[in-house]
């Protein structure tokens, strides 16, 4: 076998975990000498890691709460499963798909990893690695794959039992590394004959590290609840439009558990029940605004509007699309949004619309706060 000794640890776990979100928390683990003593204290640097130590790393993420601790409720996603005691007590040539490494942690004995293609949950992963382990394909002892730790290519086995005929600790060997190779529940099921894959198995629940949650609807303190339930809202809704209320109670109760610590919030029902207000809030989302510019209405024949120019012409236009979709209600537009829109910088879209109120084209309703845009009734009927 070939080895891949010039792979290092951080390498390693940046080719594992290539696009994490800012929350989510890599646990690794360096202990010298025999590793069955003392706790294990995870770390977060993995330079950290001596190669003459014993180096390991769980391929899940984790949420960080002052404290790092590893715990399957700070678990966010699974990122791979491992398999334990391949070559020993599970034959090689059983691994009928190539793992995505293969790594010799004593003598003639592996550790098999399987990368997926997008992250687990904690119910997806249980069950996953359940399969393998009834199919004999892993130690049966191991733990399960959400806390679980595992090595590292760059460390050695400080295991007594497990050292060189001279005494000195086993080193680790990568011997197969394909970190672009990953694969779905449905294929790994597949391949090894396990049972179906069911499509309710696949939607257990949302999976933040696997859609991605957008900055903005991230909590970094006590009060920001609400503004990013808002958000969280409006981001899901673009997403989801035609989710029913168990797809919604999914999402909130995953974002719930993720950041309750920093919210400061233990009772799910008031997350719960504000966040089935923000969805109803939420008045557009990206589907409506393409809905709404496919096609823009003509522009109005106004004098005043020629001079202005084109680009306020065009961001009128988009404002009588918007008023036509909400009427009778008002309209919301940031500046930022509008400015998006209409080709301008941030600073262009507000003042052409405060050109627009001062013209009287349109009416402010409500002015913008930090988390809300300005709400807009149009009024061109009697002032063009």
């Known amino acids: 076998m070939a080895h891949y000794d010039q792979i290092s640890n951080a390498e390693f776990l940046a080719a594992i975990f290539p696009k994490l979100q800012t929350y989510e928390h890599i646990a690794i683990c360096s202990k010298a000498g025999d590793p069955s003593l003392g706790g294990w204290s995870p770390q977060a640097k993995s330079h950290k890691l001596p190669a003459t130590n014993n180096n390991y790393f769980i391929a899940s993420t ?91 290519p760059q460390g050695v086995n400080g295991k007594p039992e497990r050292s060189n005929s001279d005494g000195s600790p086993f080193k680790s060997k990568l011997h197969e590394w394909r970190p ?43 009060g920001q609840r609400n503004a990013c339930l808002f958000a969280l809202a409006r981001h899901f809704k673009s997403l989801e439009p035609q989710a029913d209320l168990k797809r919604q109670r999914e999402i909130c109760k995953a974002w719930h558990e993720i950041f309750s610590e920093v919210i400061g919030t233990k009772a799910f029902a008031l997350t719960w029940a504000d966040f089935k207000k923000s969805w109803v809030k939420v008045k557009y989302t990206v589907p409506i605004l393409e809905k709404c510019l496919t096609a823009l209405p003509p522009p109005p024949d106004i004098d005043r509007l020629r001079d202005y120019g084109s680009q306020a012409k065009h961001l009128l236009q988009i404002c009588i699309a918007l008023a036509r979709h909400h009427a009778p209600e008002p309209f919301f537009l940031s500046c930022r949004k509008a400015a998006e829109l209409a080709g301008l910088t941030h600073h262009e879209s507000a003042k052409i619309l405060g050109v627009f109120v001062d013209e009287g084209w349109l009416i402010v309703v409500t002015p913008h706060t930090t988390v809300r845009a300005t709400r807009y009734l149009l009024n061109l009927t009697t002032n063009s």
């Open 62 to 152: 984790f949420i960080k709460n002052g404290r790092f601790t590893v715990r399957k409720s700070n678990a966010i996603g699974c990122y791979a499963l491992i398999l334990d005691d391949v070559g020993t007590r599970v034959p090689l040539d059983r691994l009928i798909l190539a793992p995505s490494w293969l790594l010799e942690t004593s003598r003639s004995n592996y550790q098999a990893g399987y990368l997926i293609a997008s992250p687990l949950t904690a119910e997806q992963a249980d069950s996953l690695w359940q399969r393998f382990r009834d199919a004999g394909l892993t130690d049966p002892g191991a733990s399960g794959p959400m806390t679980r730790w595992t090595r590292l």
């Open 180 to 222: 672009q190779t990953r694969y779905t529940p449905s294929e790994l099921c597949e391949a090894f004959k396990f049972s179906v894959w069911t499509e309710e198995s696949q939607k257990m629940a949302f999976s933040p590290s696997s859609v991605g949650i957008p900055a903005n609807c991230i909590p970094h303190a006590v």
